[in-house]
T-cell receptor, first 114, second 117 residues
Framework: NAGVTQTPKFQVLKTGQSMTLQCAQDMNHNSMYWYRQDPGMGLRLIYYSASEGTTDKGEVPNGYNVSRLNKREFSLRLESAAPSQTSVYFC?????????????FGDGTRLSIL | GESVGLHLPTLSVQEGDNSIINCAYS??????FIWYKQESGKGPQFIID?????DKRQGQRVTVLLNKTVKHLSLQIAATQPGDSAVYFCAENIPNAGGTSYGKLTFGQGTILTVHP
């Protein structure tokens, strides 16, 4: 039972390079989320997809784009990476598009931009 | 409780003691709260949740208390074990202006719990 799977686990980029982070869930969840976590801080929401075919901005969307490829997959793209985007990126999913229920997280992608 | 900046609050306890981790949340409109546990190199793991129409909820060895008057949340862990050592985060869900919740969580900065054998 894989849950939420993120690839790659680690990546080093040079400033200006582009990169797509992949996320897939096998729980038949409707909603998916991308967060970033910086040292000593909690997670901050970048973008989310409440249901297949929809995406919306979170708290810190600048410099990122997302694609909800299908119900299982939600990717995060950095078009021109900047050192300020060095972070750990987490993908999460939950069952329903609306209402209150917990999100389930993957183990993250550790991204360093030089 | 939570603090500003890079220095996370820390709590050190002996194995078998009870632990209380506190969290001050930001928005009086928040309608749902979650506690997560994060171990080194892993993603956040769901522990327990509570809706704003409740004051208390119990799980296995854990209890969450909600005080909406002062916007305060706490997580109590009974008989703390070394395996409980981790960073603990509270998260609040803030519904949109129409009252709909899409899971847009706001996380606290976390508390480091260390359990000594």
């Amino acid at each position: 039972n894989a849950g939420v799977t993120q690839t790659p686990k680690f990546q080093v980029l040079k400033t200006g390079q582009s990169m797509t982070l992949q996320c897939a869930q096998d729980m038949n969840h409707n909603s998916m989320y991308w967060y970033r976590q910086d040292p000593g801080m909690g997670l901050r929401l970048i973008y989310y997809s409440a249901s297949e075919g929809t995406t919306d901005k979170g708290e810190v969307p600048n410099g990122y784009n997302v694609s909800r490829l299908n119900k299982r997959e939600f990717s995060l793209r950095l078009e021109s990476a900047a050192p300020s985007q060095t972070s750990v990126y987490f993908c999460a999913s939950r069952t329903h598009p609306v209402g209150n229920q917990p999100q389930h997280f993957g183990d993250g992608t550790r991204l360093s931009i030089l | 409780g939570e603090s500003v900046g890079l220095h996370l609050p820390t709590l050190s306890v002996q194995e078998g003691d009870n632990s209380i981790i506190n969290c001050a949340y930001s928005n009086s409109a928040s309608d749902y709260f979650i506690w997560y546990k994060q171990e080194s190199g892993k993603g956040p793991q769901f522990i327990i949740d509570i809706r704003s129409n409740m004051d208390k909820r119990q799980g296995q060895r854990v209890t969450v208390l909600l005080n909406k008057t002062v916007k305060h949340l706490s997580l109590q862990i009974a008989a703390t074990q070394p395996g409980d050592s981790a960073v603990y985060f509270c998260a609040e869900n803030i519904p949109n202006a129409g009252g709909t919740s899409y899971g847009k969580l706001t996380f606290g900065q976390g508390t480091i719990l260390t359990v000594h054998p």
